[in-house]
């Protein structure tokens, strides 16, 4: 079994910067693609960035030039480094792994916790 903890969320005003972090332990081989959503009240849950082991990154077009992924294989973890946020910004974010527990086995998918991010003044 794995678990993703995530840490980071909170309150910052329009135009402020937080950074998430969101790390995985358990029966890991290898990640492949890290991804973020989030989900505001009232939409669906959407694709914000996602980064693959090899370090290719793609983002939505609502945060690009204001988001950054990035992650450290060697912790099994990953990062999103928000600035300029905005109120639209604002919503509950998750991260979500692509974990192979062996090197030759199938990918299983896991989900964080969630982690609130408010943007207000």
């Known amino acids: 079994q794995v678990q993703l903890v995530e840490s980071g969320g909170g309150l910052v005003q329009p135009g402020g910067s937080l950074r998430l972090s969101c790390a995985a332990s358990?029966?890991?081989?290898?990640?492949?693609?890290m991804n973020w959503y989030r989900q505001a009240p009232g939409k669906q849950r959407e694709l914000v960035a996602s980064v693959t082991r090899g370090g290719s990154t793609n983002y939505a077009d609502s945060v690009k030039g204001r988001f950054t992924i990035s992650r450290d294989n060697a912790k099994n973890t990953v990062y999103l480094q928000m600035s300029g946020l905005k109120p639209e910004d604002t919503a509950v974010y998750y991260c979500?792994?692509?974990?192979?527990?062996?090197?030759?086995?199938?990918?299983?998918?896991?989900w964080g916790q969630g982690t609130q991010v408010t943007v207000s003044s």
């Open positions: 979500n792994f692509f974990v192979r527990p062996a090197p030759i086995s199938n990918v299983n998918v896991y």
């Open positions: 358990g029966s890991i081989f290898s990640v492949e693609n």
